[in-house]
């Protein structure tokens, strides 16, 4: 395997792993996730299905001949998320900046993975030939 594949599964996995790692708060409605979407307005039904979005975003991923299409999805998803904290929840949440910096890392691993991936998204959606 060399450096470059080595560098994409770090990517990868480390923008999977924090979306997955945030479901059990999500899906199990923790005061702490219920709080932040009821702040947006979005309880229960945007929790529920950006946590949804955001399993499914973590498959294609991991998955090697999705992963463009998983991250572009990611990177949909952490814009919403850098979105609402830049301005309705604000960056620090509940007085730290882990939510929002979580965001950040999750939305610049992803376009990593989307330019490693434009050749094939550009081909799937025939803006270039094969």
Sequence with gaps: M???RIILWIFRILAALIMLQTLYFKFTGQPESVHLFTTLGMEPWGRIGIGTMELIASILILYPRTTPYGALL????MSGA????LTKLGIKWDGDYT?????VI????CAVLVVAGRKELLQRIGLVKT
């Design 99 to 103: 939510l929002f910096t979580y965001a």
């Design 106 to 109: 999750v939305f610049v691993s």
């Design 74 to 77: 990611g990177m949909g998803l």
């Design 82 to 85: 850098i979105f609402f904290h």
């Design 2 to 4: 060399n450096k470059t």
